[in-house]
Nanobody, 119 residues
Framework: QVQLVESGGGLVQAGGSLRLSCAAS????????MGWYRQAPGKQRDLVAS???????NYADSVKGRFTISRDNAKNTVYLQMNSLKPEDTAVYYC?????????????WGQGTQVTVSS
């Protein structure tokens, strides 16, 4: 089993910053991808950023240049540094982990953390 615990969401004014953290525990295969999706009310869940193993990163166009994903492999923890936040970044942010033997499909999710950006 795999468990993911997120932290770091909250309320911030436009232009501000937040840092999300997600710690994975349980049966964590050394080769994995971790990342973040977000879901705003009435919208689908969309990929925000991902990092595969240590260096392969991917970002949604809407967050490039503002968000940075990183990870601490020793702690099985992924971080999302969010700068220059905009009201349209308001959503519930979900952490995930995926493994190559499951075709990199995000089968394991955190509980979600609310990010609210006020204008």
């Amino acid at each position: 089993q795999v468990q993911l615990v997120e932290s770091g969401g909250g309320l911030v004014q436009a232009g501000g910053s937040l840092r999300l953290s997600c710690a994975a525990s349980g049966n964590i295969f050394s080769s994995n991808a971790m990342g973040w999706y977000r879901q705003a009310p009435g919208k689908q869940r969309d990929l925000v950023a991902s990092i595969r193993n240590r260096v392969n990163t991917n970002y949604a166009d809407s967050v490039k240049g503002r968000f940075t994903i990183s990870r601490d492999n020793a702690k099985n923890t992924v971080y999302l540094q969010m700068n220059s936040l905009k009201p349209e970044d308001t959503a519930v942010y979900y952490c995930y982990i995926a493994f190559p033997f499951e075709n990199w499909v995000p089968n394991y999710w955190g509980q979600g953390t609310q990010v609210t950006v006020s204008s």
